[in-house]
């Protein structure tokens, strides 16, 4: 795990924009001049500790600067005869590329973003994994290019800050992230998931790699379950693979239990596991499951308890890490842990994300099914008949937004992770910046995983998972989403998946591991007491906060802003006035 950084100019600033990168990899820092362009790099060692594998890497006047890991790297050494002078999973990619250019992406399995650039070409060849773990941001314009693991490195580079992305904005408030290509900066953008470019003679040119394929090739429940189980164990096994101690994180849900109790059976050793939890309102803390499932495998466990004065404390240094406005709370507990996993020494850890999305672990999954059931049973005369009285239904409630959607035929399911719909946008924005939205596959169960995977997992998620272990120098490598169960999930019959409970198929495997308690235990989420303890905190400042902004932005209704501020005081429309919060905050820290 790493930082890269790269530009098609020299800087005096350089140095100071690597630096800027020294908590993705605090073991080794290095930058290389190629005539008028300069590459850095920072190293976090995982695989291969020797300098042997140090970057910027160069063979054969091939130039790579590469974060990540590469799970299967010597299985590929084998495979396609590669003639490696080292041991590292790096030369490999550039060995890949000597074979054959941009059209090896789908023989890895890992988690990256790199950059290489054929020096004899003159070309730069850009990737990013297939899910979005690893980010890539880049800048592309009159004849400049950046490219770096963060945001606020290119903008070093730039010497300036670029103007506030209003369509980010707008992402943002609906989805708690923007979607790549949007950052919240003009002009710099994040490149898809699953996408690669290629750059030369300043001609920039992009192609997505690789689909998710929903063709139903598993029809039979066994055999469902006996796949499920095979490659996720084969999936944890290759991300084992390190020269470093792996810890596990254990939150006492269903996925980060399973994941623990196989990674201990496979090794049939004690492994370190690490859960948070509060110190009050405890409805929040899961410790009490954790500690069950680290009884259960015998882990060397560590439960940390926070309260309110860790989490205003970590606050600030959150919102710095993640470097752009982003809306789940749970950053902050992450980041706490994330802290505390780093001072024991272990460099890198397993983490359960992905299951929810694959095999239906949300609630809201069953219910949006009954929308999508329901809206098939309507002919188009109840169909007029309620479109005729929507509107005079109070429209402020999930339900009743749900309810339009099926009613007015627009697409019922945008995001687990939905905040403002399009009517409160309205209500929020004085003018809402538009962007299009993908159209749904035709299966409900198929669209679902697949929004999920691509927006609430991919944009969301993993961007936090990543900003807030990198700031603490630390990887995190999620088994549910190898490429190869991903697929599987994918090409499962949808009813078998849906089953008659959430995370139906998975839970029958987990039973073989973990206490049954755990199993079928009442889902919570990765969440916190974060809208009682900055309403403690912060009181009417957050309020003051957000309309001082305002005033400058002139983006948003006012009167509507000190409705969501009283119904947060209330309880109510709590992830709406984080958002905000947070936007204003990182405004007013950037352009005020």
């Known amino acids: 795990m790493c930082g890269i950084l790269g530009a098609n100019f020299l800087s005096n600033n350089f140095k100071e924009a690597l630096e800027n990168l020294n908590n993705r990899g605090p073991d080794y820092n290095s930058s290389l001049k190629i005539k008028d362009k300069e590459f850095g790099h920072t190293r976090l060692a995982i695989i291969d500790l020797d300098n042997e594998a140090n970057q910027p890497m160069v063979f054969d006047d091939i130039l790579i600067v590469f974060n990540g890991e590469i799970y299967n790297y010597q299985e590929l050494i084998q495979e396609e005869a590669l003639e490696c002078k080292t041991s590292s999973d790096t030369e490999v990619l550039i060995r890949l590329y000597q074979k054959y250019e941009e059209e090896f992406l789908n023989k890895i399995n890992g988690m990256f973003s790199f950059c290489l650039y054929d020096m004899k070409k003159e070309k730069y060849f850009c990737a990013r994994d297939r899910y979005g773990k690893k980010p890539f941001f880049y800048y592309h314009k009159d004849n400049k290019f950046i490219f770096s693991s963060s945001i606020n490195s290119i903008i070093k580079l730039l010497g300036s800050t670029p103007k506030l992305n209003k369509v980010a904005l707008s992402q943002y408030v609906q989805y708690f992230v923007p979607i790549a290509p949007n950052t919240f900066y003009q002009d710099i953008n994040s490149l898809e998931a699953a996408t690669y470019f290629t750059l030369q003679n300043n001609d920039l040119k992009k192609k997505r790699y690789y689909k998710i394929n929903t063709y139903k090739a598993v029809k039979d429940e066994n055999e469902a379950l006996e796949k499920i189980e095979e490659t996720l164990i084969k999936s944890i096994k290759a991300r084992l693979v390190s020269d470093v101690e792996v810890g596990s994180l254990l939150s006492g849900g269903v996925d980060s239990s399973l994941v623990s109790a196989l990674y201990s059976k496979i090794t049939n050793k004690q492994i370190n596991t690490f859960s948070v939890g509060y110190s009050e309102y405890k409805n929040y803390c899961e410790l009490d499951y954790a500690d069950i499932t680290a009884k259960h495998i015998n882990s060397n466990h560590t439960r940390l308890e926070i309260g309110k004065d860790d989490f205003i404390n970590y606050f600030e240094d959150t919102l710095t890490a993640l470097e752009q406005p982003h809306a789940d709370s749970a950053a902050v507990p992450l980041n ?257």
């Open 336 to 592: 706490i842990l994330t802290n505390k996993i780093h001072q024991t020494g272990i460099k890198t850890v397993l983490s359960g994300e992905g299951s929810d999305e694959l095999f239906l672990g949300y609630d809201n999954y069953a219910k949006f099914l009954g929308y999508y059931d329901f809206a098939k049973t309507l002919d188009n005369g109840q169909n007029e008949f309620l479109n005729s009285i929507i509107g005079a239904l109070q429209n402020n409630t999930k339900e009743s937004e749900y309810l339009r959607r099926v009613v007015k035929k627009q697409n019922i399911y945008n995001s687990f992770g939905e905040i403002y719909s399009d009517i409160q946008k309205r209500k929020l924005f004085k003018k809402v910046p538009t962007f299009k939205t993908e159209n749904p596959k035709k299966d409900p169960v198929d669209w679902m995983s697949y929004i999920d995977l691509k927006i609430w997992l991919g944009e969301a998620l993993l961007s936090k998972v990543d900003r807030i272990s990198m700031r603490n120098s630390l990887e995190v490598r999620t088994p549910f989403l190898d490429y190869r169960l991903v697929n599987l999930a994918f090409s499962i019959d949808s009813k078998l998946k849906v089953g008659d409970t959430n995370k139906y198929l998975l839970k029958k495997i987990a039973l073989k591991y973990i206490p049954e308690q755990i199993v079928n235990r009442t889902k919570k989420g990765f969440n916190s007491p974060f809208n009682e303890w900055i309403h403690q905190e912060y009181k009417d400042s957050i309020l003051q906060t957000i309309l001082e902004v305002n005033k400058e932005t002139n983006l948003f209704n006012e009167e509507y802003l000190k409705h969501i501020y009283t119904l947060s005081s209330q309880k109510k429309f709590k992830q709406h006035l984080w958002t905000i919060f947070i936007f204003s905050k990182w405004f007013k820290k950037i352009y005020l």
